[in-house]
């Protein structure tokens, strides 16, 4: 059985930044693609960043190019996401999750690919 839980959300101010973590437990992550995705109340759920089994392609939603950074450890069984310049916007719960066996080209962007999923933390952007 697999567990994810994830870590290091918070109150943070606009232009701020803020690294989120996700621990795996029970279920190695290196034949895994793994995703970020975030839900703001009243909104729908969506992709924030994807990585491949080996972190080598990479997917993020165009709002988040260049501000967020996805990366993987697979020895630690952890992949992070890093984000910078934060913006109001931003403030939803963000979700780590992975697909199971894919270690082919890239990761799948749609929330129904997902397999594993972790509880969430909230990030929240002030100001």
């Known amino acids: 059985q697999v567990q994810l839980v994830e870590s290091g959300g918070g109150l943070v101010q606009t232009g701020g930044s803020v690294r989120l973590s996700c621990a795996a437990s029970?279920?190695?992550?290196?034949?895994?693609?793994l995703g970020w995705f975030r839900q703001a109340p009243g909104k729908e759920r969506e992709l924030v960043a994807a990585?491949?089994?080996?972190?080598?392609?990479?997917n993020y939603a165009d709002s988040m190019k260049g501000r967020f950074t996805i990366s993987r450890d697979n020895a630690k069984n952890t992949v992070y996401l890093q984000m910078n310049s934060l913006k109001p916007e931003d403030t939803a719960v963000y979700y780590c999750?992975?697909?199971?066996?894919?270690?082919?080209?890239?990761?799948?962007?749609?929330?129904?690919?997902?397999?594993?999923w972790g509880q969430g933390t909230q990030v929240t952007v002030s100001s």
């Open positions: 999750a992975a697909v199971d066996e894919f270690t082919g080209w890239g990761a799948p962007t749609q929330s129904y690919d997902y397999d594993f």
């Open positions: 990585a491949s089994w080996n972190g080598r392609n990479t």
């Open positions: 029970g279920h190695p992550i290196s034949s895994d693609a």
